[in-house]
């Protein structure tokens, strides 16, 4: 199907598809417009293989504008369901409905739900808490690495699942001393939390828990949360309502929650979406083959007209639903500019819904086949795309820590000091137009050193300096991991860590761990606690009390650049607008001397401690820099 071909099927603009619970009824409704004929199979069960499995019926839909749709009597909440189409050139395809709310275990048929009835207690007074924007700080988590630690104080059965979130005062081993987990979140200093995915995907097989491990990058059901996460895969009001759980238990704790998103590809070429419109859903070659611009072979078509509603409505749907504070996407630059515009000014419609984050990563991960003048909302795009759409900024990462695609490759602060121009430049969030892009606003720039992918901080710091002592604290490895965290948390942008940075995560070396093992990917809560990693964390804890007193570090409240110190070499001083901190950068090995700006001054942050209060002698004109440090000072009020 090609693209005139695409927009000449009929568009339906309802906000009903999917199968809509009432007590009396639910009604179903299914796009298919090329289908010739569509009957709905009911089912007790998600699979045939359960307790009282059983084939409850078959009834033939009604097709009107492209839409099938069937009317079932009495409650139906708990019914599991699958579309059976059949096309005019003779096959025939069984289908999970793509607005499936829950579904059985391993998502194979969709279940009716009533939503009220995956509530949990109180889930009616949950809010999303209110962050100013210049505090935000992001933390990325995948939802089993988070509690599986046998040390976690997190009860068994809870252990790597939704519920490991809610308990609020773990300790390590149940010590009553060492907080982990939600405990530990809350006294960190980070604003949201970003779970790697959620919603159902397909690598993981539910019915066997512990098994398997993926850190679910290949969507199956968009729209229904994952049920390796659930303690009831097989009952599909219970992931709902766990999810549910967790989402409330951080809000409690003032903690937002930011949902990664996958909609730049299905995981099957054979997915649900495309049984239901074959040749609709994903983009293709001129000679009709599924491109791979997300390295699955699969990419979804964003451009086309019902692809773009499905992105809309599953994203509402998400926020609405789950109170979701915030959306990352996967390989955002396979989304096409006019569809991230449009799902920004759906978000922005809600109650506090311009307060939802939204952010992507701005590059694909190889060619696709835009339709239609279509553009990539990538890099190239900020002048089309919202201010309020951010993106993660690469160039950050590999001029702070070497580039992530070379092990040995040095950055600023691993002994590559002439990175210091594009640190630089990071230090204004890239606003001058640096390497050519030029973002609106400063907190479109997502600010990192590390992410899921690739080695961890700790690792890539040890790989440039060819160790392998992975779990040794050395002292020259500490002093970067300062070092970059200090830069990360003190120029302008949003900063983003992923857990376990501040206490010096490793996977020992391996750099791509997305199939596990969970033993490799877990939270060592135990190494949290380890003194000179515990050290590490009050540093990052102190970084980020010091971004929430002072709001200007972000550069979120001005368009002002902060004013740069004639400093030598490749240190790094600034002043941020309103003259109240300076910051200075030293990537050499040796103590360095500055200049300092008129007046009197305090340490608040130096090579081993950070905090909003200041500390150490005042100094006037001058200040010596330890060697691999960050140090920011704030001017004393003048009696």
Known sequence: MNWQQACELPYYAGDDLGAIWQPEKTTFKLW???????????????????????????????????????????????????????????????????????????GRRAMVLDLNRAAPEGWQNDRRPRIPAGETAVWEVHTADFSADAHSGVPAAWRG??????????????????????NYLRRLGISHVQLQPIFDYATVDEACPGRDYNWGYDPLNYNTPEGSFATDPYHGEVRVRELRAMVAALHRAGLGVVMDVVYNHTYHSDSWLERTVPGYWNRRTPDGRMTNGSGCGCDLASERPMVRKY??????????????????????????????????????????????????????????????GACPADKGALPQLSDRIGFFCDDTRDCIKGNVFDAGSAGYVNG????????????????????????????QVVQYVSAHDNYTLWDKLAAVARRTDYDSPAPALLAQNRMAAGICLTICGMPFLQAGEEFARTKHGDPNTYRGPLATNLLDWQRAYTPEFYDLTQYYAGLLALRRAYPELSGDTTTQPAYILPLPGWLIGFVPQGGRLAVYYNPERTRQWVALPAGRWRTLVNDRTAGTVPFGPHYRN???????????MVREEQS
């Open 622 to 632: 001058a200040l010596e820099l330890a060697p691999t440090s960050v140090t920011v």
């Open 161 to 182: 699942k939704y519920l490991g979130f809610t308990p609020e005062n773990t300790t390590l081993n149940n010590d009553g001393i060492h907080p982990t987990c939600l």
């Open 32 to 106: 298919a417009p090329i289908a010739t004929a569509v009957r709905l199979e009911f089912f007790a069960a998600g699979t045939d293989d359960e307790p009282g499995a059983a084939h409850l019926g078959s009834h033939a839909m009604t097709q009107n504008g492209g839409v099938w749709q069937f009317t079932r009597p009495g409650d139906c909440h708990g019914v599991y369901y699958l579309y059976h189409l059949q096309f005019s050139d003779g096959h025939t395809a069984d289908a999970v409905d793509p607005y499936a709310r829950t579904a059985g275990v391993n």
């Open 416 to 443: 590559a000091p002439p990175c210091g121009l594009n640190v630089l430049y990071a230090a204004n969030a890239w606003r001058g137009g640096e390497h050519g892009f030029a973002p609106k606003r400063a907190m």
């Open 311 to 372: 992105l809309v409505d599953s994203v509402l749907y998400w926020a609405k639903t789950y109170h979701l504070d915030g959306f990352r996407f996967d390989l955002m630059a396979l989304e096409d500019v006019d569809t991230m515009n449009a799902i920004r000014a759906a978000l922005d419609t809600l109650p506090d819904g311009q307060s939802i984050l939204l952010y992507g990563e701005p590059w694909t991960g190889g060619g696709t086949n835009y339709e239609g």
